[in-house]
């Protein structure tokens, strides 16, 4: 594949997945400044029900921090903070191996 026919490939494919991704941050405040670091990433997803399919060790790593913060890809640029505790896990379903 050339050059050009992967960045149209990409120009079409990435608005749509962008539709579909979800990132994870781990935030954090120092004197009274919010900041956050990355915490994975992860795919909405609808199988028996709706949730986000995510790799085991970002769901391992989301478990050991007191809250989590979501990042929602937008067009608009304007800045947004959704986040939960990470003890409502309780009310989600975490499938993982081991």
């Known amino acids: 594949m050339d050059n050009a026919v992967v960045r149209e490939l990409l120009g079409s494919a990435v608005p749509t997945a962008l539709d ?5 941050v781990l935030p954090t405040a120092t004197n009274g400044v919010l900041d956050a670091t990355l915490g994975g990433s992860g795919t909405l ?3 028996m029900s709706q949730g986000i399919l ?7 790593l989301l478990r050991t921090n007191k809250d989590v913060g979501l990042v ?3 067009a608009s640029k304007e800045l947004h903070h959704v986040s939960f505790r990470s003890s409502d ?3 989600y ?4 191996e081991g």
């Not at 579909?20 to 994870?24: A, V």
């Not at 379903?93 to 993982?96: D, G, W």
């Open 45 to 47: 997803v609808t199988l």
């Open 72 to 74: 929602l890809p937008t």
């Open 89 to 91: 896990f309780s009310d």
């Open 93 to 96: 379903s975490f499938l993982s």
């Open 54 to 60: 995510t790799a085991n060790h970002v769901i391992k």
């Open 20 to 24: 579909y991704s979800i990132g994870f």
